[in-house]
């Protein structure tokens, strides 16, 4: 069965990935002082934190058109792809996926299945990764999906931001969270559950938070029960990021471990500086 990749610009998918022949990407909207940019169309993630710091006002961001993503799919239809896997984040941060299962029968002759991935980033990339790679490998759809959800159900991400205001201006977080986080002057470890963003833990210092971020990947590990792969994302913060991943490189030697970084749209949510640890299977 001829089969499509659609995922949104949130994913961050590696080079190797970027340019297969089955993968679509949705570009996500960030408005911007009033300029409406599509991430990784018209702007990048070193560009987008520079605009951000010297903006006027609040960036918002906001779902793709409809009408672009129904004729994305009619046209993979007319390509003659039998199945279109659509892939995105999570329905906690974003309604658009939920918005998607309106088309599944909109566009004859291709089946459509949206997919929530209840995450985003580098987590939803490695599932994007994964059903292209099982695809090109003939497996069936049932088989990939089981393996998405395998993904989905076994990975944790944990996030420390510079500052909780973007994520309750944006309606990512509760204010009684970030209410907390202002008087006790804490450093929160945020996470997600069923696909939103929460308080996990309270934290009293960035390093502790990221000794306790790195803590919680390796009982991670040992609870999957499976070979897992770790993830150290960051929004514009690259120096911080690596150094992170050499610190995760000491405790879990035997461990796979890569950098990716949070685009505009997620960027928008967590502010600059933030960083997200992750862990996925294999």
Known sequence: MKTAIVTDSTAFLPERVKEHKDLFIIPIPVILDGKIYNEGIDIEADEYYTLLNSSQEFPTTSQPAVGEVLALYEQLAKDGYEAIISIHLSSGISGFVNTLHALTDAVPGVAIYPYDSKI???PMGHMVETALNMSEGGKSL?????????????????????DLNNLVRG???????????????IK??????EGKIVLYEKIRSTKKAFNRCEELLGMR???IGIPGKL???????????EAEKAKL????????????YFGPVIGTHLGEKAIG????PE
Request: no cysteine; proline share 3%; aromatic share 10%.
């Open 120 to 122: 985003t980033s580098t």
């Open 142 to 162: 049932e088989e990939i999906f089981a393996k998405l959800d395998e993904i989905r159900d076994n990975t944790y991400a944990y996030l420390v931001v510079e």
């Open 171 to 185: 309606g990512r977080l509760t204010n009684g969270a970030a209410l907390i986080g202002g008087l006790l002057k």
């Open 188 to 193: 929160p470890v945020l996470t997600f559950e």
């Open 221 to 223: 590990q040992e609870e």
């Open 231 to 241: 993830w150290v994302i960051h929004a514009n913060n690259l120096e911080v990021a």
């Open 249 to 260: 490189a000491e405790r879990y030697p035997n461990a796979t471990i890569e950098v990716g």
């Open 277 to 280: 640890f992750a862990i996925t």
